[in-house]
Structures are given as C-alpha cells and as structure tokens.
C-alpha cells in the first residue's frame, strides 16, 4: 500500500469510488492509499489552526486492513512537515469503530464540549441530512 496526495490526474478515479466532498477547497488537501493504482481510502487535511482530520473514508471491502490506522499516521507527518504540534478531529459519539481508532492512535478529549448537529448541509457531492453529536479531540504531534 502507499500514500500519497491527491494529485489532479487520479480525481476521477477516486471520485468514482470514494467521493471528495472537501475537493476543491483552498484550506486543506486529500491524502490516497492506493493499492496496485487502485484507491482503497482518502482523508483530507484542513490546514487550520491547528489542523484538522477530515473525511476520513475507506471502501467497505478493504476495511480492517489498517488503512484508516495509515491515512492517519501519513496525516499526521504532513502535519509535522508542515511545522504543526497538534492535528485535531471531530468523532461522532456513536462511531464506535472510528472512536477505537482514533483512541489507539493517540487522540484524545482536550475540553471541548460535544457538538450538536443537526439538519441538512450542502457538500460538493450534494446534500446530507445530518444528526449526530461531535466529540473534538487532539493529539500532540511531537509526542
């Protein structure tokens, strides 16, 4: 498997099968495993202060393999590179898979209350209707 940035040549084909709903925007970029030139996961970087993990996706048939475990890891060096301490995310509370992955790779609460969110919000692949609570949680790059 290897990661790397969305580069323009590959959106196609990872649209096809995965969506971007953050592509486009001027704040962040998107990270790919690939394996054999086929995508299997996404996440995409909002460079913020500090930045944010966002959209993280992988195919349903390529689950529990360790892709999340490594987009994330490859986000966070970006990160670092980038001269970044902290990488931040938001969890749904009921995620329980994305909660477990999260934890074991090190993020945590950091005093945030749980955000409500409610209704529909409009994203580059169409509207979503949405109701979930948000847990934000943090991990120290330099740890």
Not at 14 to 23: F, K, Q
Not at 107 to 122: C, H, L, M, N
């Amino acid at each position: 498997m290897e990661i790397r940035p969305l580069a323009p040549d590959d959106v196609e084909r990872v649209e096809a099968v995965l969506g971007l709903s953050r592509l486009g925007r001027a704040d962040g970029f998107y990270l790919v495993a690939w394996e054999d030139e086929e995508p299997l996961g996404h996440a995409h970087v909002a460079l913020t202060e500090p930045p944010e993990l966002q959209d993280v996706s992988v195919r349903p048939e390529h689950r529990r393999r360790g892709i999340a475990t490594a987009l994330t890891a490859a986000a966070e060096q970006e990160c670092r590179a980038r001269g970044f301490e902290r990488l931040r995310l938001k969890v749904g509370v009921e995620n329980e898979p994305a909660l477990t992955l999260y934890r074991r790779c090190g993020y945590g609460e950091i005093g945030i209350p749980p955000e409500r969110v409610r209704g529909t919000i409009v994203i580059r692949t169409g509207p979503l209707e949405v109701d979930d609570t948000l847990l934000t949680w943090e991990k120290r790059l330099d740890a």
